[in-house]
């Protein structure tokens, strides 16, 4: 703990660093894991075998897949990106497909019944009825991209996962130290602050 409290602005600045990234990572994944969970929603089979390859992909080391992703892109955020997002399709995509199932069917029927389109029950009954499912998602994605977007120390991406680097090549438990309860507490703040939104969202 001695190098967090000697170097709090460094530490700091590897955890807005380490943020930046998971945010970026969690709304790519999102853009591809709602438009797809919305479509897989309405297709049973589909959505089995998606979601089958997706938990798989899920199972991966995520050593073993950095290391492919480095060899086919190179070292710096890219292959971590890249892990960060695939890894969270199957959390996010279950839990769109799950919150868009479990909209009540009596209000389905109501849009149907006012004239709207598609589109306009998609986006003003269906997604609103299942945003709370789908945050919760989102919060449980987002926590495990903290965690793993620290193995980016490893490929040059930056972040809380430098300092643990740096510790392990040199052998200093400080800044291993330093930088993995950086990630707890940065995992922690942004959990809480999901939970609250999706209170929010429950109780709207």
């Given amino acids: 703990m001695s190098y967090l409290f000697a ?24 853009a591809i894991a709602l438009p797809l969970g919305l479509v897989l929603a309405r297709r049973e089979h589909a959505s089995n075998l998606v979601l089958g390859v997706l938990g798989a992909i ?36 279950r839990n769109v497909i799950a919150g868009v199932r479990g909209v009540d069917p009596a209000q389905r029927d109501a849009a149907l ?21 789908v945050v919760g998602g989102v919060r449980v994605a987002a926590v495990a991209m903290v965690a793993l977007a620290t193995l980016g120390g490893y490929v040059g991406a ?4 430098s300092l643990i680097f740096i510790g392990f090549t040199i052998h200093h438990t400080d800044e291993i130290v330093a930088g993995s309860v950086a990630a707890c ?19 709207n």
């Fill in 158 to 161: 930056g972040g809380l996962g």
């Fill in 185 to 203: 507490a940065l995992a922690i703040a942004i959990d809480g602050s999901l939970r609250l939104l999706e209170r929010l969202v429950r109780v």
């Fill in 113 to 133: 019944g006012m004239g709207m389109s598609a589109v306009q029950r998609t986006w003003r009954v269906i997604v609103p009825q299942a945003l709370p499912v």
């Fill in 58 to 93: 899920y199972t991966i080391p995520s050593l073993a897949l950095l290391a492919v992703l480095v060899e086919l892109i190179g070292l710096g955020s890219a292959p971590i990106f890249v892990a960060l997002v695939a890894y969270a399709q199957f959390v996010l995509v």
């Fill in 7 to 30: 170097h709090p602005l460094h530490v700091a600045a590897l955890g807005a660093a380490h943020l930046a990234l998971v945010a970026t990572a969690l709304a790519a994944a999102l």
